[in-house]
Protein backbone atom coordinates (compact mmCIF):
# COMPACT_ATOMS: atom_id res chain seq x y z
CA UNK A 1 0.00 0.00 0.00
CA UNK A 2 1.28 3.56 -0.99
CA UNK A 3 1.83 6.14 1.72
CA UNK A 4 0.91 9.26 0.73
CA UNK A 5 3.20 12.30 1.85
CA UNK A 6 1.34 16.09 1.62
CA UNK A 7 1.58 19.17 4.29
CA UNK A 8 -1.07 21.83 5.23
CA UNK A 9 -4.17 22.83 4.16
CA UNK A 10 -3.46 26.18 1.43
CA UNK A 11 -0.40 24.63 0.49
CA UNK A 12 2.91 26.88 0.62
CA UNK A 13 5.89 25.74 -0.90
CA UNK A 14 7.14 24.47 2.12
CA UNK A 15 4.03 21.90 2.23
CA UNK A 16 4.53 21.26 -1.65
CA UNK A 17 8.72 20.52 -1.51
CA UNK A 18 8.75 18.85 1.51
CA UNK A 19 5.95 16.34 0.00
CA UNK A 20 8.57 15.98 -3.04
CA UNK A 21 11.97 16.04 -1.11
CA UNK A 22 10.12 13.05 1.60
CA UNK A 23 8.71 10.95 -0.93
CA UNK A 24 12.21 10.89 -2.80
CA UNK A 25 14.05 10.21 0.05
CA UNK A 26 11.81 7.53 1.57
CA UNK A 27 11.45 5.82 -2.10
CA UNK A 28 15.58 5.60 -1.29
CA UNK A 29 15.48 3.60 2.29
CA UNK A 30 11.96 2.18 2.17
CA UNK A 31 10.12 -0.85 0.57
CA UNK A 32 6.87 1.24 0.68
CA UNK A 33 6.28 3.51 -2.44
CA UNK A 34 6.23 7.27 -1.12
CA UNK A 35 3.70 9.50 -3.60
CA UNK A 36 3.76 13.06 -2.92
CA UNK A 37 0.41 14.63 -2.70
CA UNK A 38 -1.25 18.13 -1.74
CA UNK A 39 -4.67 19.44 -0.02
CA UNK A 40 -5.25 21.75 -2.53
CA UNK A 41 -4.15 24.68 -5.66
CA UNK A 42 -0.27 25.42 -5.20
CA UNK A 43 0.97 29.19 -5.05
CA UNK A 44 2.04 31.56 -7.79
CA UNK A 45 5.57 31.22 -5.95
CA UNK A 46 5.17 27.65 -5.45
CA UNK A 47 4.71 27.50 -9.33
CA UNK A 48 8.04 29.63 -9.76
CA UNK A 49 9.88 27.10 -7.92
CA UNK A 50 8.79 23.98 -9.64
CA UNK A 51 9.18 25.63 -12.99
CA UNK A 52 12.86 26.70 -12.31
CA UNK A 53 14.00 23.36 -11.22
CA UNK A 54 11.99 21.01 -13.24
CA UNK A 55 9.26 19.97 -10.10
CA UNK A 56 6.23 17.95 -11.08
CA UNK A 57 2.73 19.37 -8.85
CA UNK A 58 2.54 16.14 -6.73
CA UNK A 59 -1.10 14.60 -6.70
CA UNK A 60 -4.17 16.83 -5.44
CA UNK A 61 -5.70 14.47 -2.42
CA UNK A 62 -8.47 15.47 -0.32
CA UNK A 63 -9.69 12.44 1.17
CA UNK A 64 -7.21 9.98 3.25
CA UNK A 65 -9.83 7.72 5.10
CA UNK A 66 -7.67 4.22 5.38
CA UNK A 67 -5.02 5.45 3.64
CA UNK A 68 -1.04 5.78 5.05
CA UNK A 69 -0.07 8.84 5.06
CA UNK A 70 3.11 10.90 6.19
CA UNK A 71 2.52 14.70 6.85
CA UNK A 72 4.95 17.57 7.05
CA UNK A 73 4.89 21.21 7.67
CA UNK A 74 2.39 21.00 10.78
CA UNK A 75 0.38 18.61 12.71
CA UNK A 76 -2.93 20.04 13.74
CA UNK A 77 -5.81 18.26 12.33
CA UNK A 78 -7.42 21.61 11.31
CA UNK A 79 -4.79 22.05 8.86
CA UNK A 80 -5.30 18.69 7.23
CA UNK A 81 -8.14 16.64 5.48
CA UNK A 82 -11.85 16.63 7.35
CA UNK A 83 -11.10 12.66 7.46
CA UNK A 84 -7.37 12.98 8.65
CA UNK A 85 -7.51 11.14 11.77
CA UNK A 86 -9.23 7.84 9.97
CA UNK A 87 -5.20 7.63 8.67
CA UNK A 88 -2.69 5.94 9.42
CA UNK A 89 0.28 8.50 10.42
CA UNK A 90 3.40 6.94 9.94
CA UNK A 91 5.48 9.91 10.12
CA UNK A 92 5.61 14.06 10.88
CA UNK A 93 7.87 16.60 9.92
CA UNK A 94 8.15 19.93 11.39
CA UNK A 95 8.91 22.91 12.53
CA UNK A 96 5.69 24.31 14.22
CA UNK A 97 3.84 24.39 17.52
CA UNK A 98 3.29 20.48 18.35
CA UNK A 99 -1.06 20.46 17.11
CA UNK A 100 -3.62 17.72 18.05
CA UNK A 101 -3.11 14.41 15.82
CA UNK A 102 -2.47 11.52 17.63
CA UNK A 103 -1.57 7.85 16.63
CA UNK A 104 -2.64 4.60 17.75
CA UNK A 105 0.73 3.22 16.87
CA UNK A 106 4.44 4.14 17.04
CA UNK A 107 5.20 6.81 14.62
CA UNK A 108 8.19 8.52 13.40
CA UNK A 109 9.06 12.48 14.15
CA UNK A 110 11.14 14.35 13.25
CA UNK A 111 10.41 18.26 14.35
CA UNK A 112 12.44 20.70 15.60
CA UNK A 113 12.09 24.81 16.33
CA UNK A 114 14.25 25.82 13.41
CA UNK A 115 13.18 28.10 9.92
CA UNK A 116 11.99 24.85 7.72
CA UNK A 117 10.36 21.86 7.48
CA UNK A 118 12.82 21.15 4.29
CA UNK A 119 15.92 22.25 7.15
CA UNK A 120 14.38 19.11 9.01
CA UNK A 121 14.34 17.05 5.90
CA UNK A 122 18.03 18.40 4.83
CA UNK A 123 18.91 16.79 8.28
CA UNK A 124 17.17 13.59 7.23
CA UNK A 125 19.12 13.33 4.01
CA UNK A 126 22.20 13.96 6.12
CA UNK A 127 21.47 10.89 8.86
CA UNK A 128 20.16 8.52 6.33
CA UNK A 129 23.28 9.18 3.73
CA UNK A 130 21.23 9.98 0.82
CA UNK A 131 22.52 11.73 -1.72
CA UNK A 132 20.27 14.80 -2.57
CA UNK A 133 19.52 15.19 -6.49
CA UNK A 134 20.07 18.52 -8.18
CA UNK A 135 16.48 19.72 -8.67
CA UNK A 136 15.61 18.30 -5.47
CA UNK A 137 17.90 20.68 -3.51
CA UNK A 138 17.11 23.19 -5.51
CA UNK A 139 13.65 23.35 -4.68
CA UNK A 140 14.34 22.91 -1.16
CA UNK A 141 16.98 25.40 -0.78
CA UNK A 142 14.13 27.76 -2.19
CA UNK A 143 11.69 26.82 0.24
CA UNK A 144 13.76 27.54 3.16
CA UNK A 145 14.62 31.02 1.66
CA UNK A 146 10.77 31.35 1.36
CA UNK A 147 9.85 29.99 5.32
CA UNK A 148 12.52 31.90 6.62
CA UNK A 149 12.04 35.70 4.23
CA UNK A 150 15.90 35.49 3.20
CA UNK A 151 16.85 34.37 6.23
CA UNK A 152 15.39 37.48 7.88
CA UNK A 153 12.71 36.30 10.11
CA UNK A 154 13.22 35.45 13.62
CA UNK A 155 12.33 31.77 12.83
CA UNK A 156 15.87 31.19 10.96
CA UNK A 157 18.36 29.66 12.69
CA UNK A 158 22.10 28.94 11.93
CA UNK A 159 20.82 25.36 10.74
CA UNK A 160 18.26 27.13 7.87
CA UNK A 161 21.35 28.92 6.36
CA UNK A 162 24.14 26.68 6.53
CA UNK A 163 21.27 24.17 4.83
CA UNK A 164 20.95 27.26 2.47
CA UNK A 165 24.22 27.44 1.61
CA UNK A 166 25.15 23.42 1.02
CA UNK A 167 22.12 23.25 -1.27
CA UNK A 168 22.80 26.02 -2.98
CA UNK A 169 26.06 24.35 -3.80
CA UNK A 170 24.64 20.92 -5.04
CA UNK A 171 21.60 23.15 -7.29
CA UNK A 172 24.65 24.95 -9.10
CA UNK A 173 22.59 28.68 -7.71
CA UNK A 174 25.22 31.00 -7.14
CA UNK A 175 23.15 33.86 -6.25
CA UNK A 176 20.63 32.46 -3.94
CA UNK A 177 19.23 35.86 -2.65
CA UNK A 178 18.79 37.21 -6.42
CA UNK A 179 16.73 34.29 -7.32
CA UNK A 180 14.90 34.13 -3.55
CA UNK A 181 13.85 38.40 -4.57
CA UNK A 182 12.94 36.98 -7.74
CA UNK A 183 10.48 34.77 -6.03
CA UNK A 184 9.22 37.43 -3.58
CA UNK A 185 8.27 39.84 -6.59
CA UNK A 186 6.10 36.76 -7.90
CA UNK A 187 4.93 36.05 -4.78
CA UNK A 188 3.82 39.93 -4.26
CA UNK A 189 1.81 39.83 -6.87
CA UNK A 190 -1.75 41.33 -6.65
CA UNK A 191 -3.40 42.32 -9.40
CA UNK A 192 -6.58 40.66 -10.60
CA UNK A 193 -6.87 38.84 -6.84
CA UNK A 194 -9.83 39.33 -5.16
CA UNK A 195 -10.23 39.79 -1.87
CA UNK A 196 -10.83 36.74 -0.62
CA UNK A 197 -7.75 35.50 -2.97
CA UNK A 198 -5.84 37.72 -1.16
CA UNK A 199 -6.95 36.68 2.50
CA UNK A 200 -6.52 33.10 1.69
CA UNK A 201 -3.88 32.69 -0.09
CA UNK A 202 -1.39 32.26 3.02
CA UNK A 203 -4.08 31.14 5.60
CA UNK A 204 -4.58 29.22 8.73
CA UNK A 205 -7.30 28.38 11.12
CA UNK A 206 -6.91 28.15 14.74
CA UNK A 207 -8.92 26.41 17.98
CA UNK A 208 -8.09 28.61 20.95
CA UNK A 209 -9.33 27.39 23.85
CA UNK A 210 -12.53 27.13 21.83
CA UNK A 211 -12.30 30.03 20.12
CA UNK A 212 -11.92 29.58 16.02
CA UNK A 213 -9.21 32.43 14.92
CA UNK A 214 -8.26 32.75 11.20
CA UNK A 215 -4.57 33.88 10.65
CA UNK A 216 -3.90 35.29 6.84
CA UNK A 217 -0.72 36.56 5.93
CA UNK A 218 0.49 38.21 2.51
CA UNK A 219 4.72 38.36 2.28
CA UNK A 220 4.97 41.33 0.41
CA UNK A 221 8.34 43.11 -0.91
CA UNK A 222 5.87 46.34 -0.45
CA UNK A 223 2.86 46.26 0.80
CA UNK A 224 1.67 50.08 0.50
CA UNK A 225 0.26 48.49 -3.27
CA UNK A 226 -2.70 47.35 -0.97
CA UNK A 227 -3.42 50.20 0.76
CA UNK A 228 -6.40 51.49 -1.40
CA UNK A 229 -7.56 47.88 -0.94
CA UNK A 230 -7.37 47.70 2.94
CA UNK A 231 -11.03 48.65 3.40
CA UNK A 232 -11.58 45.98 1.22
CA UNK A 233 -9.94 43.09 2.83
CA UNK A 234 -11.61 43.83 5.66
CA UNK A 235 -14.74 43.80 4.39
CA UNK A 236 -14.22 40.23 3.22
CA UNK A 237 -12.58 39.31 6.25
CA UNK A 238 -16.01 39.88 8.20
CA UNK A 239 -17.54 37.89 5.99
CA UNK A 240 -15.14 35.09 6.35
CA UNK A 241 -15.92 35.57 10.10
CA UNK A 242 -19.47 35.15 9.70
CA UNK A 243 -19.15 32.22 7.04
CA UNK A 244 -17.23 30.24 9.30
CA UNK A 245 -18.07 31.01 12.77
CA UNK A 246 -14.66 32.51 13.68
CA UNK A 247 -14.35 34.74 16.54
CA UNK A 248 -11.28 36.47 15.07
CA UNK A 249 -9.70 36.98 11.75
CA UNK A 250 -6.43 38.56 11.80
CA UNK A 251 -4.51 39.42 8.21
CA UNK A 252 -0.99 40.48 7.94
CA UNK A 253 0.32 42.49 5.51
CA UNK A 254 3.94 41.32 6.18
CA UNK A 255 6.51 43.89 4.54
CA UNK A 256 10.11 42.21 3.58
CA UNK A 257 11.58 45.06 3.01
CA UNK A 258 10.42 47.15 5.59
CA UNK A 259 10.38 44.09 8.23
CA UNK A 260 7.31 44.21 10.00
CA UNK A 261 3.52 43.97 9.54
CA UNK A 262 0.63 45.88 9.14
CA UNK A 263 -2.14 43.95 11.30
CA UNK A 264 -5.79 44.34 10.34
CA UNK A 265 -8.22 42.95 12.84
CA UNK A 266 -12.15 41.94 12.48
CA UNK A 267 -12.80 40.43 16.18
CA UNK A 268 -15.72 40.19 18.45
CA UNK A 269 -13.26 41.35 20.78
CA UNK A 270 -10.34 43.85 19.42
CA UNK A 271 -9.26 44.18 23.38
CA UNK A 272 -8.18 40.92 23.23
CA UNK A 273 -5.29 41.40 20.11
CA UNK A 274 -4.54 44.80 21.83
CA UNK A 275 -3.61 43.01 24.67
CA UNK A 276 -2.16 40.25 22.87
CA UNK A 277 0.45 42.99 21.26
CA UNK A 278 -0.28 45.27 23.92
CA UNK A 279 -0.68 48.29 21.32
CA UNK A 280 -4.32 50.12 20.35
CA UNK A 281 -5.73 49.59 17.47
CA UNK A 282 -6.79 52.60 14.88
CA UNK A 283 -9.18 51.38 12.81
CA UNK A 284 -9.26 47.79 12.50
CA UNK A 285 -5.47 48.10 12.10
CA UNK A 286 -1.96 48.33 13.34
CA UNK A 287 1.57 48.33 12.39
CA UNK A 288 3.68 46.04 14.39
CA UNK A 289 7.68 46.98 13.55
CA UNK A 290 9.92 43.76 13.25
CA UNK A 291 7.09 41.13 13.06
CA UNK A 292 7.50 38.90 10.46
CA UNK A 293 6.41 35.41 11.69
CA UNK A 294 3.16 34.21 12.30
CA UNK A 295 4.10 31.17 14.28
CA UNK A 296 6.48 32.82 16.20
CA UNK A 297 5.47 36.56 16.82
CA UNK A 298 1.83 36.46 16.29
CA UNK A 299 0.28 32.54 17.47
CA UNK A 300 1.95 32.93 20.96
CA UNK A 301 0.83 35.86 21.61
CA UNK A 302 -2.90 36.05 20.14
CA UNK A 303 -3.48 32.53 22.32
CA UNK A 304 -3.05 33.05 25.76
CA UNK A 305 -5.60 36.01 25.49
CA UNK A 306 -8.01 32.68 25.02
MN1 LIG B 1 3.81 26.09 5.86
MN1 LIG C 1 7.20 25.66 6.99
Given at each position: M??Y??G???????SI?G??SI???KN?????E??P?R?????????????K?????PV??????????????????????????????????D???L?????N?????????IG??NTV??E????????I???I????M????S???I????????V?T?A??E?A???G??????????????????D???AR?LN??D??E?N?N????GV????????T???P????????????????G??????????????G???LV??DD?S??E?????????????????LS????V??FV?P??
Amino acid sequence: MSVYVFGHRNPDSDSIVGAISIAYLKNQVEDEEYIPARQGEISAETEFILDKFDGEVPVLKTSVAGEKVFLVDDSDSLLFQDDIKEATILGIVDHHKLGDLTTNAPLEMWVRPIGCSNTVVYEMYRSYGVEIPKNIAGMMMMAILSDTVIFKSPTCTKVDTKAVKELAEIAGVEDYKKLAMEMFIVKSAVDGASARDLNTRDYKEFNMNGSKVGVGQLEMVDITVLEPREEELLEDMKKMKEENGLHTVLILLTDIMKEGSKLLVVSDDESKIEAAFNTKLENHRVWLDKVLSRKKQVIPFVQPQF
